[in-house]
């Protein structure tokens, strides 16, 4: 079945304590990308990957890491969460489009519920 | 930059019936793909429906349809024979064919279904 993983699916930590949420796709997809959302502004992109070793700052990505070793995996790191990173948190993975006229859709992992104390 | 924007925080409408969710977008881009997302209570983010910014036809998928209107730069979402289990927030989201792929995001519209 082709999907999206993403682990843990909740966690409560306390403010300093370094974390890492995963995220494994299994659908061969070059493109990868992390969201958070939070109530009243939608979702919001934090980081994303073209490819293997290629990743890049979204809208909202101080506080976070990425990296993109494997193809499939896409960690998100948080080395000193704060309380204000507590959000959901979702990944994302698509083909890349195949021109301007190419089209792609964007599979989503269940989400991380991450609370900072 | 473009933006994405849902005015209905809320919506309800009884089973059965017809209800159209609203978003308008801005941008400066020709070409461009619309989508949008349903997020039930599980917190999963589901593709309800595309739209490519150069098909001047609407997009159907079953029970969803959408109004595009490219001029005005609307996109909303009607659901027909609304079920219980539509429920759910919606988001409507832009994707530009250039540059980092990344989906622009509305606020979410929720619906409520009234049995």
């Known amino acids: 079945e082709a999907q999206v993983t993403q682990n843990p699916r909740y966690l409560i930590t306390v403010t300093g304590k370094k974390l890492t949420v995963t995220c494994s796709q299994n659908?061969?997809?070059?493109?990868m990308s992390w969201y958070r959302q939070d109530p009243g502004l939608g979702l919001r992109q934090i980081y994303y990957?073209?490819?293997?070793?290629?990743?890049d700052k979204g809208d909202v990505p101080e506080g976070y890491k990425v990296s993109r070793k494997e193809k499939r995996n896409f960690p998100l790191i948080l080395e000193s969460p704060s309380p204000n990173q507590t959000s959901l948190y979702f990944c994302?993975?698509?083909?890349?489009?195949?021109?301007?006229?190419?089209?792609?859709?964007?599979?989503f992992g269940p989400g991380t519920r991450l609370t900072v104390l | 930059a473009q933006t994405v924007t849902q005015s209905q925080p809320e919506m309800s409408v009884q089973e059965a019936e017809t209800v159209t969710l609203s978003c308008t977008y801005d941008?400066?881009?020709?070409?461009?793909?619309l989508f949008w997302y349903k997020q039930p209570p599980s917190r999963q983010m589901i593709l309800v429906i595309r739209?490519?910014?150069?098909?001047?036809q609407n997009a159907t998928e079953n029970r969803f349809s959408v109004n595009f209107q490219k001029a005005a730069k609307s996109f909303s979402l009607k659901i027909s024979d609304s079920q219980l289990g539509d429920a759910a927030m919606y988001f409507c989201?832009?994707?530009?064919?250039?540059?980092?792929?990344?989906?622009?995001f509305g606020q979410g519209t929720r619906l409520t279904i009234n049995p």
């Open positions: 994302a993975s698509s083909f890349r489009a195949l021109g301007a006229m190419g089209t792609d859709t964007q599979y």
């Open positions: 659908m061969n997809h070059e493109y």
């Open positions: 990957s073209m490819n293997v070793e290629v990743t």
């Open positions: 941008t400066s881009e020709s070409d461009y793909y």
């Open positions: 739209q490519e910014a150069y098909k001047q």
């Open positions: 989201a832009y994707r530009s064919p250039q540059g980092a792929q990344k989906l622009v």
